[in-house]
Every structure is written in structure tokens, then in C-alpha cells.
């Protein structure tokens, strides 16, 4: 139970640091401000509660673990309701706090009238491919061999770089509870986008966590 408190509190941190960065204060603070926001609060919960759950406030991360054989699939599944739980919580806290969910809550999307407007296919690619480089750093940063206590720095630049290069394609997953939270409160077109920010970083933690399983990236 410990695990599964710990992950609801860093995924409803994460939500409500970075997505709250964009609603209440992005055009102060800009997309660099709005990435560092991202980063950041990953920065902050690796430390304060790795120890506890690992951290992994993301169930792309967790179906990474799993796959790279260092979780069973019982653990992984509560994990998934926990993250999806803060998630949906950090959402909420930051509606009440915008007055409304008007602002889309930074849910994430693609197409005509988001962001860049880039593709369908763009935004498939961008979300696999960053979310398979996202769980590398992690599982490579977290396994044997790896720097002592520098896996959250390592980990929440990595989640910083990624929404600096891709804010204005997807908005940025890479993390479907993430995701999930803003949109369910959003509704419309998040909601109906929803399914790729689902679909492929799972796609892309599955391909990420592969190379350590099979032992491409064996320490």
C-alpha cells in the first residue's frame, strides 16, 4: 500500500506541476518553462519518493519494468490504478484552481486547431520514439552499474529535453495517466484523441524495455 500512495501522490504532483505550469502560467513562463515544469517535478519525486515506489508515476514506465523483468504483472497492474488515480486527482485540484476545464487542463493532442498542428502520423512517431529513449535513461539509470543517486537528475532532464523538442507536436505524453487525466475532465477532442496517448507509449516502452530484456543494453 506504501507503493501504491506514493505513486497516486507523484502522478498528481506531476499532473498538477506540468500541466498546471501550461494552464496558469504559460505565457509567462513559455514552453521552456512549461518542459523544466515537467522535468522538475520528476526531479523531485524520484527523490522523494523513489525510495518508496521506484518512481515510476507513469504506466508506460511500469509496463517498461515489467517487460525488462523487474516487476510482476500483479504489481504493475496496481501501479496502473494508482497513477491513474493521482493523475485524474491533479487534474481535478487544477480545473478547481483555472475555474474550468476551458483551458483543455494541458491535455494533449494533435491535428488542426492544437499546438503545431502536425499529423496523426507525427504525433504517433514522436510519442514512440521519445517515450522508447524515456524508458532507456530510466531502466539504464535505475539498473546494475548504474550512478548512485543520479538517476532523478538523469531522468527528469531527459522528461525536460523531451517537452522542449515536442510540446508543440503532442503536447507531450510519453505517459499515458498523464494524459488520461486532463482529457477525462476536458472531454471533446482530448478525450476522443485520447486512445494514441495510450497506444503508443506503450508501444514505445515495450520497444525501450526490449533491448534490456534481450540484453542489447546489458550493463
Known sequence: MNKLIAEFIGTFTL??????????AGPEVGQLGIALAFGFAIVAMAYGIGPVSGCHVNPAVSLAVFVAGRMDAKDMAAYWVAQVLGALAGAFVLMVIAGGAESGLGSNGWGPGYLGEYSLSAAMIFEIVMTALFVIVIL????????????????????????????????????????????????????????????????????????????????
Not at 183 to 195: C, D, I, P, T
Open 15 to 24: 499532473v498538477l506541476f506540468g500541466c498546471g505550469a501550461a494552464v496558469l
Open 140 to 219: 539504464g539509470s535505475t539498473g546494475e552499474g548504474a550512478s548512485p543517486g543520479f538517476a532523478g537528475l538523469a531522468i527528469g532532464i531527459t522528461l525536460a529535453v523531451i517537452h522542449i523538442v515536442g510540446i508543440q507536436v503532442t503536447g507531450v505524453s510519453v505517459n499515458p495517466a498523464r494524459s488520461i487525466g486532463p482529457a477525462v475532465f476536458a472531454g471533446g477532442q482530448a478525450l476522443s484523441q485520447l486512445w494514441l496517448f495510450i497506444v503508443a507509449p506503450a508501444i514505445g516502452a515495450v520497444l525501450g524495455a526490449l533491448l534490456f530484456r534481450l540484453n542489447f543494453l546489458r550493463a
